[in-house]
């Protein structure tokens, strides 16, 4: 089994930065991959940014510039980074897991982000 548990949300003004943590734990093999998505009231949840374990990284088109992931593959753990945050960020952030060819999720840090 997989346990992925996420921190780091909270409440933030418009154009503050909030750094959220995830380290997964558990059977995990080497080339796994891990990314963030978020879902905020009423709507899907979407991708934020992904990173393969060699470093390849992908980014919703939303936070392009303003969001930076990353990770550290010897603690099993990504980052994302986000800057100038703006109120439409405002989600539950889901961070994910692949690996084994199964996806494994947390549970979700809310960020808030007021005008």
């Known amino acids: 089994q997989v346990q992925v548990v996420e921190s780091g949300g909270g409440l933030v003004q418009a154009g503050g930065s909030l750094r959220l943590s995830c380290v997964a734990s558990?059977?995990?093999?080497?080339?796994?991959?891990m990314g963030w998505y978020r879902q905020a009231p009423g709507t899907q949840r979407e991708l934020v940014a992904t990173s393969t374990s060699r470093g390849t990284t992908y980014y919703a088109d939303s936070v392009k510039g303003r969001f930076t992931i990353s990770r550290d593959n010897a603690k099993n753990t990504v980052y994302l980074q986000m800057n100038s945050l703006k109120p439409e960020d405002t989600a539950t952030y889901y961070c994910v897991t692949t690996t084994g060819g199964n996806d494994y999720w947390g549970q979700g840090t809310q960020v808030t982000v007021s005008s």
């Open positions: 558990g059977r995990i093999f080497s080339a796994n991959g």
